[in-house]
């Protein structure tokens, strides 16, 4: 737990969200910005700060998440979905603990 981290803060209930998802490793919630009609985030509980500060400890954990998008794409509705994550401020993060975006479901998603 990093005590400035939003994400943090979400994953011991001090700032809410609207969870879709959460087991013992990872938490997953709408982003409070959506780019798409169904946009979620995957992040684990541990407080990593970007996938350049991820090891072979962390390759369990990295597994999972990428496991989690389909899973819960599809609960979400979606037939096919992306799934991003933005690796330091030039790679466009913002938030700087670890996080899988998982979009879909729109005319709003950018063709990349
Ligand atoms: P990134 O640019 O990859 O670091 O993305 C951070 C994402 O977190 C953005 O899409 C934000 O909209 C989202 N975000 C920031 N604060 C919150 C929050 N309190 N609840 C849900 N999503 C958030
Ligand atoms: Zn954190």
Redesign the pocket.
């Known amino acids: 737990m990093s005590a400035d981290c ?2 943090c803060k ?1 994953v011991v209930g001090a ?1 809410p ?2 969870k879709i998802y959460e087991d013992d490793d990872v938490i997953a ?5 959506p ?1 798409a009609k169904v ?1 979620f ?1 995957i992040v684990p509980k541990l407080h990593v700060e970007t996938l350049k500060d991820c090891d072979a400890t962390h390759q369990a954990l990295l597994g999972k998440i990428l496991l989690l998008a389909p899973k819960l794409a599809d609960e979400q509705g979606l037939t096919g979905f992306k799934t ?3 690796t330091g401020r030039e790679g ?5 603990h670890l ?1 899988a ?1 998982v979009f879909g479901g729109g005319a709003m998603l950018p063709k990349i």
């Open positions: 939003i994400f979400i700032i969200a609207k919630f709408n982003d409070i910005k780019m946009h985030l991003l994550i933005n466009g993060q913002e938030v700087f996080h975006h």
